[in-house]
């Protein structure tokens, strides 16, 4: 089979442009050309542009390029290796999503009875209780997550719906949530109408991001195998 890069860029829904930019940084095996300057691609290329594509969807496209390189370099075992890893990662976040699924459930539902002002807690003392540094919880006041009230003019203190709150943020950015959804979901739980419901919704999002991720590394296997049985 001789492909130009046309050719190899239609039959992987990349462009030109990208194709080039996978053979410039050594994600395909070396480009033959022809006595004229012309590119001369392969089942080999085709194969391990297929597989680039789906190793970027599953596990992006700096550590595709990763595995790619060192695959070729070291042979099938490090290959082997590197898409365990990946399948491993996968499943140590969907443990995680199902850890905060349960843990933030109870939290959400948790109710708050009358607050007095013995139940507060410091800064440092609620770090302690979270396991997590004060900076953190200084962070998310700051980023408007978890803002508690101040004594005096600059000590914070953390009230139960606060505490309840902060708790609620750990376990979410433990299942991998950044500031900015964060950001735009803890108001919405605050509210009564939203409570465990936007949770809930945001945590199935996550979990059908990791299907995606799953079936892409799948879509990636398959064209791994084919590029092991073709001849360089």
Known sequence: MVLRTADV?????????????????GVLPPVPRTPSGYR???????????AYRGLAAGVGPVAAKRILREAREQGPSRLFTLLNRAHARLDRERRDIE???AAARAIAEEPVGDIRP??????????????????????????????????????????????????????????????????????RWRDVAGGWDEISGVLAERDAGIDSRCAALFEAAAALHMLLRTPA
């Open 9 to 25: 860029a239609r039959c992987t829904g990349y462009s030109v442009q990208q194709v080039r930019n996978l053979e410039r940084d």
């Open 40 to 50: 001369v691609y392969g089942e080999a290329h085709l194969w391990s542009v297929k």
């Open 99 to 101: 850890f905060a699924r």
């Open 118 to 187: 013995t139940d507060a807690m410091s800064i440092s003392e609620l770090a302690r209780a979270l396991g997590i540094r004060a900076s953190a919880l200084r962070h998310w006041d700051t980023e408007g997550l978890v803002v508690p009230r101040r004594a005096g003019q600059s000590a914070r203190r953390y009230m139960p719906g606060d505490v309840r709150a902060a708790r609620l943020v750990h376990q979410l950015r433990l299942a991998g949530y950044g500031i900015d959804a964060l950001r735009e979901l803890i108001p």
